[in-house]
């Protein structure tokens, strides 16, 4: 296992350590899964408040766990880490790792391969997920406190399952985080976008025509690191469940369902086993999105569930989206840091990235490059608009490395100065995010780039390029020391 990953057994296991770290409210006073519990988790958020674990919740005896990820110190506890740059660099160092030379250099590679081989999933006999087994009449989903979000959603979703699914031609496994609207007991709409992998297994398994059902497992609840996998934007090739071992340093414990050859985690709190039907769609919608706007109804999937397993006394996991910033926010900058090493590894130019929470992940992305050729911005926005979920972003702006794409003041001080909107604004089309309603058709609209980079006559600015303003640093130093002499930083807390 490397050092200094806190390897969790299960969600209990994280929900201690959220207690430990004072991350976590206990809530005793019954609150209503209907739109209430949905009120108190956006108020915690953007307060800066903790996770939520509602004990009472109305017609339910089953705890609900939400904002267990909505914070920067939440999510380096859930990744086991102080800092999740600690895990970007584990990545940097298995895409630096070169082919061997010597024995010595075989002997230096050898813990880094022990960590690769201790992340495949594990298939083992028996799972906690199983302590408790209802079939056909035995289960409703009405016994889950699924919450009601928003008030113009169209029912009760599950909003954090990891839905488990096999590529018909290949076999390979996928497992992606996709809403369900609960429409009864024994069946939920499957939201699988049409860019998404899950999207794709249906996609085959309606083509080839041969499968009556097909099979779906969706698990709630697991370690973090189990459940975060399921957000990530991994290539096809990448099984979850391998990454999942590799954030958490050890392998992650699978265990088969009762009616499928599908794998579900073993340590999950509730799994619901089923299958869709090829063609079957029923209308789904409208849901409050992570845009801040509700995503419109249209026709998706149908899940049947025909067996719930359980732990004997199971925590629901969930979440809402909303106006950001939201839980959601906290998942996806770390997707940003985790992945940055990746996107640098294609495009080694690049030096940070920055995707503002108003941005709602899809619609801004802020990337700093070291800029050495004309037209360089260009070649990077087409290139990440031509990288797997990137390519949904709305709008890039490229600005010069030295500006801190962290600090949304400063680009937008920066690049603001440096565009002339005609010759730095350039506009492409192609696939748009299924939850952006103002494109002009679903799926599809258009994209723009802003070239912010400082101009050289070799792109066609034949005019002197000013340098900003700037204190000398001798100045500041002294100034530093004269400040405090003042007393001003006792006075005035505010900051520079």
């Known amino acids: 296992m490397p050092s200094g990953i806190r390897v969790f057994e299960d969600l209990r296991d994280f929900i201690r350590a959220l207690d430990k770290h004072g991350e976590l409210s206990r809530v ?3 609150v209503d899964p209907y739109l209430e519990i949905s009120e108190f988790a956006d108020r915690s958020v953007k307060r800066g408040g903790p ?21 920067e110190r939440r999510m380096q506890i859930a990744l086991g880490v102080e800092s999740i740059e600690r895990i970007a660099e584990r990545i940097a160092g298995f895409l630096e790792m070169q082919r061997p030379e010597g024995l010595l250099d075989k002997l230096k590679m050898l813990p880094r391969l022990a960590e690769i081989g201790g992340a495949f999933p594990k298939t083992v006999a028996r799972g906690a997920c199983k302590e408790v087994i ?17 008030p113009g959603d169209a029912g009760r979703f599950i909003t954090l399952p990891m839905v488990f699914s096999r590529d018909p031609e290949t076999g390979k496994r996928n497992c992606g985080m996709y809403r369900m609207q609960v429409f009864d007991g024994q069946t ?5 976008q049409k860019h998404k992998q899950g999207a794709e297994h249906y996609r085959r398994v309606v083509a080839e025509g041969k499968l009556e059902r097909m099979p779906v497992a969706v698990a709630i609840g697991s370690d ?10 991994l290539p096809p090739s990448i099984d979850e469940m391998l990454f999942a071992g590799f954030l958490r340093g050890r392998a992650v414990e699978m265990v088969k369902c009762e009616t499928s050859d599908l794998e579900v985690p073993a340590n999950a709190e509730i799994v619901l086993e089923g299958y869709v039907v090829p063609g079957e769609m029923r209308r789904e919608g409208p849901f409050g999105d992570h845009t801040g706007f509700y995503s419109l109804d249209d026709d998706y999937p149908v899940f049947h569930i025909e067996c719930v397993t359980h732990r004997e006394k199971p925590v629901y996991a969930t ?16 997707v940003e840091r985790i992945f940055l090493p990746l996107m640098r590894m294609q495009l080694p130019e690049v030096r940070d990235i920055c995707m503002p929470a108003e941005g ?3 619609n801004l992305m802020l990337v700093s490059i070291r800029k050495s050729y004309p037209g360089q911005a260009r070649k990077v926005m087409h290139s990440i608009w031509g990288t797997g979920q990137a390519m949904f972003s709305k709008c890039i702006v490229v600005v010069d490395e030295d500006v801190d794409v962290q600090d949304v003041r400063e680009v937008t001080w920066k690049a603001l100065n440096n565009i002339d909107p005609q010759r730095d604004i350039e506009f492409s089309m192609g696939p748009i995010d299924s939850l952006d309603h103002a494109s002009r058709m679903p799926n599809y609209g258009s994209k723009m780039g802003v070239d912010a980079t400082t101009k050289w006559p070799s792109e066609g600015h034949s005019r002197r390029w000013p340098n900003a303003i700037k204190m000398s640093p001798d100045v500041v130093r002294r100034v530093d020391e004269l400040w405090k002499r003042a007393g001003l930083d006792e006075k005035w807390r505010g900051g520079k």
């Open 51 to 71: 996770a939520l674990l509602f004990e009472n919740p109305n017609g339910s005896s089953v705890p609900v766990l939400i904002n267990s990820f909505a914070s």
């Open 360 to 362: 709602v992940f899809h």
């Open 224 to 233: 973090p690191a189990t459940m975060y996998s399921a957000i990530l934007p």
């Open 28 to 30: 005793s006073l019954p």
């Open 188 to 192: 939920t709409g499957m939201h699988w």
């Open 134 to 150: 209802r079939r056909g009449s035995e289960f409703s989903l009405d016994y889950f406190p699924i919450l009601h979000c928003w």
């Open 319 to 334: 979440t809402i989206v909303g106006p950001p910033p939201m839980e959601d926010f906290y998942m996806g900058k770390a």
